[in-house]
């Protein structure tokens, strides 16, 4: 695994008449960890699924290591490098947590006895080794979000997009959750965008933070610079404190 | 074309639209059903014919004209609907789909062929005394029963509309229809609603029975052809759309006459389907539907 | 699989090999019964039970295939054995469009399931009405006494008995591999969650694909068996919504997406409807039998929802792997 780098050169989205998102462009360099905030229907979600192949940008482009990858079903962007999780968690129910990861890991395996090795080292990575043979819809929260986690890290990403992990988690469980991406992105060079609500975890994590609001980037800069933007603050206020 | 050729083709349309009436208002049983509670019912065909069997019944031995029967069967219908809702579909509401379907398969099952039991497999008709009366409008005919099974059928629609749009519980269950997890919210008894609804759905379909057992003879095996059809109309006009369900049942009933003047009789029901697979891809949601039906 | 199951289907193999010499003719027409509805209901088990998409039309793949079989043999002498390929194929183009229709235009449960009716009644009311298929007076094989020609599959029941035997325990095989296989997890993730799956990979659409078409063909090999064994074939019944809610009974009752499920299920349900036949022909009413019926679905679909089999094999020790 290592990272590649993520460009996004003036997408914008249309439905039906309403912008969704309007010319947004930021770049994240392979191996980094970049941060995509907002208010809630700013947008976010609609820039990752145009990433994620699930939505084809009505303008602009997404490239992954110069290769142009808007326009992609998910299940090729996944095969060029894009993992994933949803914001509203997605497990595989009825099936057991490791037969969840195995999935992930066949879409570079043909065996499924390989498959199974593989998801067994994530699940050992993720702390869910113990639960493995428990069914998806069993799990509490916080681990249906590691099973997301470790799904998309099963299909050997490039590109790992976050979705709100860390909402619902507690502070303690954030600070697992952010201990192991950030060695995760250490030993794997692997590059992570992650939206994200919970400010501590941004801190912590990205490099550099985009900030959008009614679909459009407002701001873009290192946590520390975005925390005393006017242009971020502005929107913030009124709208949602960032916790 | 020929004069004679138009006018048996406006006959067959005069005729199509009738029949199209009593389709719809059974359909419109369907409907309600599904757009309230997602819950398909696959016995409703069944349903259709025990209303007709009904009726005759109660021609056969009390000699009472079926449209004076209806309320009476309209109201047993509600009853019967509003306890098996209670009693067995509501534990299935959360249940994977193909469990309902189950179920309901099975209702059907006994339920056709206690009318088997009952009645026989022989078919069984009426003879009103206005049989052969008609309407004469222009050069076009109309067959009095045709005429006066339709009028009933509006009615009845009618009345529904102003169930739903009117009264309190008609509003409670469209509210409970549109999000139900609102309902529960504001304090709405959605078991209940439901089960209001499906009576009402079971009293439309007990209904058009009332009505089609005028127009047509009834033996136990029409009951899965009905349920067909049903499904078709609806589809055809959008699953949970109340105008969608009437409309739709004038296009099949319209286009099952046409069929049947242009093309071999046993035909007819083909143009349906195509009907039906045309308006599944083309507009899955039917002609009236909302998108967010699917 | 526990030891103590391999067991069991050791000792059940041998038995259903030698069922012929122990069992008259009537027992041997139910077992018959049963195993063709474990395998027509393992056929549709990979479509509803492993990639999730409600087929409720599968009586037309199995018309198709008996159709094309029967009729190539009778107007042309073209024995089953190689007319089952033109079969296969029909039901595979009949599949790929109903599925590519369905799949492309992306209708999903009931919607897909209306779709797959749609298509089997359309094409009964085309057969009622195509000459070389007979029309709606059906189409008849000859029928020859004592002859044993299984190059033709002409004989008795015996025959047929051994055929849908190695069918059903070779569809078990076939299920259990592709089950283990990507395409089988694949359609299990798809069951489960389409969008999710896609995310991680799985090109839904092609898995879509091949669980219809492959669930047609073998279905079609058992529309050939179907022909040739009754020797004669009428699209009101055999493209009937009816024939279509059979084939999908036993795996639903049995235990929907597992092994032994489609089999424990046409176990149960062939016997009970033998009982009950029995039991209703002492009262000479007509009906009766569907009603005993009708109730059975009802108490097992409210207390056994998951289907007979993750209970039995729970309570016999059998246990499944956890999937």
Redesign the interface.
């Given at each position: 695994m290592s990272g590649a780098r993520l460009e996004l050169a003036g997408i914008g989205k249309t439905f039906r008449g309403l912008r969704a998102v309007h010319d947004v462009s930021f770049a994240v360099p392979a191996g980094a960890i970049h941060a995509l905030i907002g208010p809630n229907g700013a947008g976010k979600t609609t820039i990752f699924n145009m990433i994620?192949g699930?939505f084809t940008p009505t303008a602009g482009t997404v490239t992954l290591d110069g290769r142009t990858i808007s326009g992609l079903?998910?299940?090729q962007a996944?095969?060029a490098g894009v993992?994933?999780t949803?914001q509203i968690v997605?497990?595989?129910?009825?099936?057991?947590v490791l037969?969840n990861i195995?999935?992930?890991a066949?879409?570079r395996r043909?065996?499924?006895a390989d498959?199974r090795d593989a998801a067994e080292s994530i699940l050992k990575r993720l702390g869910l080794h113990d639960r493995r043979?428990q069914?998806a819809e069993n799990l509490t929260l916080p681990d249906r979000k590691r099973l997301e986690v470790a799904?998309?890290l099963?299909?050997e990403p490039k590109l790992l997009l976050l979705d709100e992990v860390m909402a619902g988690l507690r502070p303690t469980e954030v600070d697992v959750m952010v201990a192991f991406l950030r060695e995760l992105n250490a030993e794997t060079g692997l590059t992570i965008l992650l939206i994200e609500h919970v400010m501590r975890a941004v801190m912590a994590l990205a490099a550099d933070v985009t900030v959008v609001s009614y679909g459009e980037k407002i701001a873009e800069g290192t946590p520390a610079e975005i925390s005393r933007n006017q242009a971020v603050l502005d929107v913030y206020l009124g709208h949602e404190e960032p916790a | 074309m020929t004069q004679d050729f138009l006018l048996s083709l406006a006959q067959a349309i005069a005729k199509g639209l009738l029949t199209g009436m009593v389709y719809g208002l059974m359909a419109l049983g369907l409907s309600v059903i599904f757009g309230v509670m997602r819950v398909v019912n696959f016995a409703h065909g069944e349903m259709m014919v025990v209303g007709m069997y009904i009726a005759w019944a109660a021609f056969e031995y009390g000699g009472v004209n079926p449209l004076y029967s209806l309320p009476v069967v309209a109201l047993l219908f509600f009853a019967i609907g509003y306890v098996l809702q209670r009693g067995l579909i509501q534990p299935f509401i959360n249940r994977p789909e193909h469990q309902q379907f189950l179920l309901l398969l099975a209702i059907a099952t006994i339920v056709v062929n206690l009318c088997l039991v009952f009645a026989g497999p022989d078919s069984r008709s009426i003879q009103l005394e206005s049989q052969f009366d008609s309407y004469e409008l222009g050069p076009l005919v109309f067959d009095a029963v045709r005429v006066h099974a339709a009028a009933a059928a509006v009615v009845i629609a009618s009345l529904l509309f102003l169930f739903f749009t009117r009264t309190r519980i008609g509003k409670a269950i469209r509210a409970a229809a549109d999000n139900h997890m609102g309902a529960l919210v504001v304090g709405l008894d959605v078991r209940k609603l439901y089960a209001i609804t499906f009576g009402v759905g079971a009293a439309c379909v007990g209904a058009a029975g009332a009505l089609m057992i005028t127009i047509i003879p009834v033996t136990p095996f029409l009951a899965a052809e009905y349920t067909l059809l049903a499904f078709v109309i609806v589809i055809v006009g959008g699953l949970g759309s109340m105008t969608g369900a009437l409309l739709g049942g004038l296009l099949i009933g319209v286009s099952e006459a046409v069929a049947g003047l242009l093309l071999e009789p046993s035909l007819k029901s083909m143009f349906s389907f195509g009907l039906l697979i045309v308006v599944l891809l083309l507009r899955p949601q039917g002609l009236l539907g909302r998108k967010d039906s699917r | 699989m526990s030891r103590r199951a391999i067991v069991t289907l050791a000792v059940l193999a041998v038995l259903l090999l030698a069922a012929p010499k122990l069992l008259g003719g009537y027992a041997l027409s139910v077992l018959i019964l049963v195993l063709y509805f474990a395998y027509v209901g393992q056929a549709w088990n990979i479509m509803m039970g492993f990639a999730g998409q409600l087929s409720l039309g599968h009586a037309l793949y199995a018309g198709l295939g008996g159709y094309i079989a029967a009729g190539l043999y009778t107007h042309y002498g073209i024995g089953p054995w190689a007319g089952v390929f033109a079969a296969v194929a029909a039901a595979v183009a009949a599949g790929s469009i109903v599925g590519y229709l369905g799949f492309r235009f992306s209708l999903a449960g009931v919607y897909f399931a209306l779709l797959t009716i749609a298509f089997a009644e359309f094409t009964r009311i085309g057969f009622d009405n195509w000459p070389w298929a007979g029309g709606s007076g059906g189409m008849f094989l000859k029928v020859e006494r004592n002859v044993s020609d299984l190059a033709n599959l002409r004989g008795g029941s015996e025959m047929f008995y051994y055929l849908i035997l190695a069918m059903a325990a070779g569809i078990l095989v076939l299920c259990r591999w592709l089950l283990?296989?990507?395409l089988g997890?694949?359609w299990?993730?798809i069951?489960?969650?389409a969008?999710?799956?896609?995310?991680?990979?799985?090109?839904?659409f092609r898995c879509k694909m091949a669980a219809v078409t492959i669930s047609a063909a073998l279905t079609a090999l058992a529309g050939v068996w179907n022909a040739f064994y009754y020797n004669n074939l009428f699209p009101e019944t055999a493209f009937a919504m009816g024939r279509s809610i059979e084939i999908t009974l036993s795996p639903i009752i049995g235990g929907l997406g597992t092994l032994f499920g489609p089999i424990v299920g046409a176990v149960v349900l062939t016997g009970l409807g033998e009982i009950f036949t029995s039991a209703s022909d002492q009262f000479h009413l007509p009906g009766l039998k569907q009603i005993f019926y009708g109730l059975a679905l009802m108490l097992i679909v409210m207390y056994r929802p998951a289907g007979i089999w993750p209970w039995l094999a729970r309570h016999l020790g059998f246990e499944e792997r956890?999937?």
């Open positions: 994620a699930v079903r998910p299940d996944c095969d993992g994933r949803f997605k497990p595989f129910k009825g099936l057991s037969e195995t999935i992930g066949l879409h043909a065996k499924l498959a043979h069914l799904r998309a099963a299909t | - | 283990e296989s990507r997890r694949y299990l993730a069951r489960e969650d969008e999710a799956a896609q995310a991680v990979g799985v090109p839904v956890p999937k």
